[in-house]
């Protein structure tokens, strides 16, 4: 029995692959001596033993990429840093396409993944067939290749990390399971375990598939759910050739990866298995499942097909083991906010493995400096809603989530299982309009209407979608009549208090000391100036605010604004979203539609641009708010949920015969888009600050009291950033843009695009995105050189500007 320290300054639960890179990490860094890691049973034991060992570098979005990408780099060198061996074999990985739209999708991927120097090889069909002589190739459309993609030995490689975590002074134990989290005035201050308590500063759940249930006890949401997870290891192959690949093969959802003489082939089935219904039983270690050799033939003669030398030898192995997935199949990262001081790395979706690395390097920055290295929203356990928690929600995404995987990662493509969690109050209503639905946050929002005879469901494609033309008629109405929206999905929070006013000025960097009735648009920044949330602030009297901002950060932003009002200031903030309806009505006749349901002046001498008036409408009361997402004159009506209904009816009767339709988030995006609106979580990051954004008129430079952030961006001030956020207008009408295609200045990498969208005005796919140069830029620089977006491969001329494409004076919004 070890003797456990009674105070250590970080415990980490866990002692997968995870868990011992963040001790590694941790130790790199120097705080070695500071780590203790508690293992229930012995290092691996839990998913990590089992795992096939893929280290791929190509991931759905940037930072990830670069994240896999240092995975990558660091088991290269493991074994010789630590003495340890890993297995690590730099093999390379080929995927293949069996379909155009599939070889589209690898092609993104390829161009993404070049923006940070990874060498990938887009190829024909023969040229892979020479790679892997056992393909079959004839049905290819093509492949690609990424020679540096390997795998590794799952236990090795993480008896290297313990061994370089204990070589920096960390202390790992194992056979010692936490029983349950410890905190004290609101913050974690240490394990329980099995054998008496261990208080700490910080503790780290990297439990896996448990960590879901050990969060939940602590009242932290970490939504994840365990899923049965196949492969099968062949015979030994006399004549199986040296040097092969690990192939994927997405469509037919198989895995390949050479092991000396033999194949391991898995997979990421359609549909899936959730298991641990009940609660993972906490002696589970070393553990496998039971065979299901009916759910698995059918996968193996899909794996002959491409691999015919399969139907020649036997199978050693039929392996199935559970592996934790999370509703949206990415991981779950950082500082839990329902909890100072507990983090959480666990969710890894059948890639824990290669992402280990940076997943364990960037928590171990973000623990000791208090804040991500970089942009990890993608990851960020903040994104987790509460009601993620919910066991059945859990098992029936799981269903879907593992296929998710390899399944078409087509644009716009929207969950099927788990849906209809959250509903606006006008749901019904809409659906019956011909609302086609997406979920965010659990919110089910109208993303298009299907007009009369078209079916409100979506096809897919890289190209031009079935709702194209839908949502370019409500973009149209939105510009030349006036569109509703459905906004309701809106996170609302009230401030309220004798000193609201002076927390608030402290946590936004625009003014926000202003008169009652007056509307802030501000960016909070964190103190190194980087853009934390963006977001509406409206004065509804001398001690009231209202914040509003996106569905997707209410649990994020209600945690900053928690944390950061001051624990004496006599004020009270409360999440109201589940309270509020909104709905907004944009567009050049929105005012006369508005004039039919209300006595108020809304001229622009009575009802201005910027200001909020709670006001009668129809038979409600609602909190008017003329601000604009969408570059035109239009009104966002706040109002108590249940008067909704009656609302929408009213300015439905109202707005009809002006020529006001319906209008989904689709068309908000496109029409965001020609008025360079950023987004926050794509355009702007906590990485990015305003001035790069080019959101400098927001900030309040010389307010009294300062602003958290402020001296960051002082010193910054007047000099050229080194990226700054344009707007790109493809030459071409043709291509479209989604995000991370990479822009080309002059023949130069300068950096990809952060969001795309159609801009049906502007006839062109329109994205936003930073250009990046060392020695600064400036408007000059932006709009001198010579520019390409890089789609799919081929590069698209555009033209650069720092003005919106669409009424640069915002006249309109003034109208
Ligand atoms: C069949 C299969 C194949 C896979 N193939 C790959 C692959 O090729 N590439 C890849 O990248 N990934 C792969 N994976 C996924 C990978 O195995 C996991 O993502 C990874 O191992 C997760 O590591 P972890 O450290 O988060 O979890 P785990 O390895 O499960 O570690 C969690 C540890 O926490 C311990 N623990 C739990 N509760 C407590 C407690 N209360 N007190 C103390 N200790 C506790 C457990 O005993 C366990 O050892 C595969 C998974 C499966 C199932």
């Known amino acids: 029995m070890p003797s456990l320290p009674g105070r250590v300054r970080i415990v980490i639960v866990g002692g997968g692959a995870v868990g011992c890179s963040l001790a590694y990490h941790l130790a790199k860094r120097g705080a070695g001596a500071e780590v203790l890691l508690l293992e229930r049973h012995r290092l691996t034991a839990g998913t990590t033993w089992h795992a096939a060992g893929l280290v791929g570098q190509l991931r759905a979005t940037q930072n990830l990429t670069r994240l ?22 730099e093999t390379g990985s080929l995927a293949v396409a069996t379909t155009a739209a599939r070889f589209e999708e690898l092609r993104r991927g390829a161009s993404m993944a070049r923006r940070f120097g990874l060498d990938v090889q887009v190829m024909d069909p023969s040229e892979a067939a020479k790679l892997h002589p056992l393909m079959e190739a004839r049905d290819l459309v093509g492949a690609v290749y990424l020679p540096r993609d390997g795998h590794v030995g799952p236990i090795d490689v993480t008896h290297a990390l313990a061994k370089g975590a204990r ?3 960390a202390r790992i134990e ?27 500063e910080i503790v780290v759940n990297c439990a896996g598939m448990w960590g879901h249930g050990l ?7 970490v939504p994840l759910h365990a899923a049965e997870h196949f492969y099968v290891v062949t015979e030994t192959m006399p004549e199986l050739p040296p040097n092969l690949p690990v192939l994927r093969d997405p469509d037919l959802f198989t895995y390949v990866k050479p092991e000396p003489g033999k194949l391991l082939v898995g997979w990421f089935e359609a549909r899936a298995k959730p298991w641990g219904m009940g609660g993972v039983p906490a002696d589970f270690a070393f553990g496998h499942l039971p065979d299901d050799v ?15 030398i399969l139907n020649r030898t036997g199978i050693r192995l039929f392996f199935n083991g559970p592996e934790s997935f999370t509703p949206d199949d990415r991981y779950l990262l950082g500082e839990a906010p329902e909890l100072p001081g507990f983090y959480v790395a666990a969710g890894f979706n059948s890639i824990g493995i290669q992402s280990a690395g940076g997943a364990g390097c960037v928590l171990a920055d973000w623990i000791l400096d208090g804040h991500p290295p970089m942009d990890l929203w993608d990851v ?6 509460p009601f993620q928690r919910n066991a059945r929600y859990l098992r029936d995404r799981t269903v879907e989530a593992l296929g998710l995987l390899y399944a078409m990662h087509w644009p716009f493509r929207e969950p099927e299982t788990s849906r209809g969690v959250r509903r606006s109050p006008i749901h019904d209503k809409l659906a019956a309009a011909g609302a086609c639905f997406g979920e965010v946050a659990g919110w089910e929002r109208a993303n298009w209407f299907a007009p009369a005879g078209m079916k409100a469901e979506y096809e897919y494609s890289y190209g031009r979608q079935n709702w194209f033309g839908a949502s370019a008629a409500e973009h149209r109405a939105v510009r030349e009549a006036a569109g509703l929206f459905d906004q309701t999905s809106f996170a609302q929070f009230v401030v309220e208090g004798a000193d609201a006013e002076a927390a608030l000025s402290r946590i936004c960097a625009n003014h926000v000391a202003v008169a009652p009735g007056r509307v802030v648009y501000t960016q909070w920044l964190n103190e190194r100036g980087g853009i934390e949330a963006d977001l509406t602030v409206t004065r509804e009297s001398d001690t009231r ?7 997707a950060t209410q649990v994020r932003d209600f945690a900053w604004l928690r944390k950061h009002l001051p624990s004496d200031a006599r004020v009270a903030a409360w999440d109201a979203s ?12 929105s005012r006369d539609i508005l004039a039919a349901l209300t006595p108020e002046d809304l001229s622009n001498a009575g009802f201005p641009f910027g200001t909020a008036k709670e006001i009668d409408l129809a038979y409600a009361r609602v909190w008017a708010t003329r601000i604009t997402y969408v570059g035109e004159l239009g009104w966002e009506l706040h109002m108590p949920a249940e008067y909704a209904p009656g609302v929408f009816d009213a300015l439905i009767e109202a707005g009809a015969p002006l020529g006001m339709r319906l209008a989904g988030y689709h068309a908000l995006n496109s029409l965001r888009i020609e008025k360079a609106y950023r987004h926050w979580g794509h355009d702007i990051t906590d990485e990015d600050d305003p001035i790069q954004a080019g959101l400098g008129f927001a900030v309040a430079w010389d307010k009294r009291g300062g602003f958290i952030g402020r001296d960051a961006l002082l010193a910054r001030r007047g000099k050229k950033p080194t990226r700054r956020l344009a707007t790109f207008i493809l030459d071409d009408p043709a291509p479209l843009l989604y995000h991370n295609e990479p822009i080309w200045r002059d023949g130069a990498m300068v950096g990809h695009v952060t969001s795309g969208m159609f801009g049906h005005t502007v006839g062109r796919a329109i994205g936003l995105g930073y250009v990046g140069h060392e020695d600064g830029v400036d408007a000059a620089f932006v709009t001198s050189g010579r520019y390409q977006i890089e789609v799919a491969c081929g590069r698209v001329p555009a033209t650069a500007t720092l003005t919106p494409p669409y009424d640069p004076t915002g006249a309109r919004i003034r109208a």
């Open 68 to 89: 896999a990408q240092y995975t990558t780099g660091l088991y290269r060198g493991l074994e010789a840093e630590t003495g340890q061996a890993t297995g690590f074999r």
């Open 167 to 169: 070589m920096g002074g």
């Open 174 to 200: 194992e056979g010692v399971s936490v029983t349950s989290i410890l905190a004290e005035n609101g913050r974690a201050s240490g394990v329980m375990t099995d054998q008496g308590p261990v208080r700490a």
């Open 215 to 221: 969060a939940a006890s602590a009242g932290v949401t």
């Open 294 to 308: 009916e759910h698995v033939a059918p996968l193996l003669e899909a794996a002959s097909r491409r691999l015919p």
């Open 380 to 385: 960020d356990v903040r994104r987790a809603m």
């Open 545 to 551: 605010f209202r914040i509003v901002t996106a569905a």
């Open 578 to 589: 589940s309270a509020y309806a909104t709905l907004s009505v944009m567009g050049p006749k």
